[in-house]
T-cell receptor, first 110, second 112 residues
């Protein structure tokens, strides 16, 4: 157990639907980072939150949004899902000198 | 956009062989990390290097940071099947907000 908790582990949904992925960072970490990993694109940075505020944005689609709550857990919302959104979604906490990753959510859009 | 290129992309070797994986960029890193990822799991941090020329060892793994802090290598001695996985380098770039960018990855298979 890395200390970073992600739920659910697997998600299968239809195109056009909306899903929410949840992440709890390691105890004491204020930052949460979201990454998307697909077979042909490696780990792509989506967005970072620090203590409830958005800190940095990467290649995140407008259909995707995230937030971090006062208890520091974070949610990644994916809407109007397309087949190409099928991927592993990871969250991580820590600093730029080392991240701790969760075990990921595998999203399959059918 | 800062890019991190890893080579080779794929490596299949026999147990007991040595190997080296490379991570290169045209930009200077403020720090660089190496991770190993197993199928269906999140990457696990192996090491962080911050000083140009730095060498760190983790059992049979040796990590080196280039003098100019633009490249790094991971050398595995006497590879074992348990070393199988995806190896990722990740660099933090200086200037304004420090963001970590991941390399393209090296998939290693060690055959018993």
């Amino acid at each position: 157990d890395s200390g970073v908790t992600q739920t659910p582990k697997h998600l299968i949904t239809a195109t056009g639907q909306r899903v929410t992925l949840r992440c709890s960072p390691r105890s004491g970490d204020l930052s949460v980072y979201w990454y998307q990993q697909s077979l042909d694109q490696g780990l792509q940075f989506l967005i970072q939150y620090y203590n409830g505020e958005e800190r940095a944005k990467g290649n995140i689609l407008e259909r995707f949004s995230a937030q971090q709550f006062p208890d520091l857990h974070s949610e990644l919302n994916l809407s109007s899902l397309e087949l190409g959104d099928s991927a592993l979604y990871f969250c991580a906490s820590g600093t730029v000198n080392g991240y701790t990753f969760g075990s990921g959510t595998r999203l399959t859009v059918v | 956009t800062q890019l991190l290129e890893q080579s080779p992309q794929f490596l299949s070797i026999q147990e007991g062989e040595n190997l080296t994986v490379y991570c290169n960029s045209s930009s200077v890193f403020s720090s660089l990390q190496w991770y190993r990822q197993e199928p269906g799991e999140g990457p696990v941090l192996l090491v962080t290097v911050v000083t140009g020329g730095e060498v760190k060892k983790l059992k049979r793994l040796t990590f080196q940071f280039g003098d100019a802090r633009k490249d790094s290598s991971l050398h595995i001695t006497a590879a074992q099947p348990g070393d199988t996985g995806l190896y990722l380098c990740a660099g933090a770039f200086s200037g304004g907000y420090q963001k970590v960018t991941f390399g393209t990855g090296t998939k290693l298979q060690v055959i018993p």
